[in-house]
Nanobody, 125 residues
Framework: QVNLEESGGGSVQAGGSLRLSCAAS????????WAWFRQAPGKEREGVAA????????VYADSAKGRFTISRDNAKRILYLQMNTLNPDDTAVYYC??????????????????WGQGTQVTVSS
C-alpha cells in the first residue's frame, strides 16, 4: 500500500533551521510531482514547495523563496525540505504529498492524491 511518512519537525527559536523528511513507500506507479504543504491553525492548507520527478523543475511559495529548499534522494525515495531562517509565521503542520496527475498544478492541493499525516513545526520568538 502507498505510504508517506513525515519526520523532522519540532520546536525551534526564530532564525533557526530544520530539515523535514518524507519517506515514500508502496509506489508502483508514476508520480509526476512531489510537494510540501503546510496548514496553520484556522487557515487553509497552502503549498510551500514542489519538485518534479526528475528534479528538473521546482517551485516555491513567495514566503519560502530564499529560505527553503526542496530536494529528493531518489535512491532512498525520500523527499526533503530544508528550512532556514525560520520565523513564527512558519509555525504549522507540514505535509508531504504526491501527485499522479500529468498536468499537475504545483501548489494546488486538489492535484495531489497522496498525503502524509503531517509533522508539527513550531517557531518561537
Amino acid at each position: 500500500q502507498v505510504n508517506l511518512e513525515e519526520s523532522g519537525g519540532g520546536s525551534v527559536q526564530a532564525g533557526g533551521s530544520l530539515r523535514l523528511s518524507c519517506a515514500a513507500s508502496g509506489f508502483t506507479f508514476s508520480v509526476y510531482w512531489w510537494a510540501w504543504f503546510r496548514q496553520a491553525p484556522g487557515k487553509e492548507r497552502e503549498g510551500v514547495a514542489a519538485i518534479s520527478i526528475g528534479g528538473t523543475r521546482s517551485v516555491y511559495a513567495d514566503s519560502a523563496k530564499g529560505r527553503f529548499t526542496i530536494s529528493r534522494d531518489n535512491a532512498k525515495r525520500i523527499l526533503y525540505l530544508q528550512m532556514n531562517t525560520l520565523n513564527p509565521d512558519d509555525t504549522a503542520v507540514y505535509y508531504c504529498a504526491a501527485s499522479v496527475v500529468r498536468e499537475t498544478r504545483p501548489g494546488n492541493k486538489t492535484d495531489f492524491r497522496y498525503w502524509g499525516q503531517g509533522t508539527q513545526v513550531t517557531v518561537s520568538s
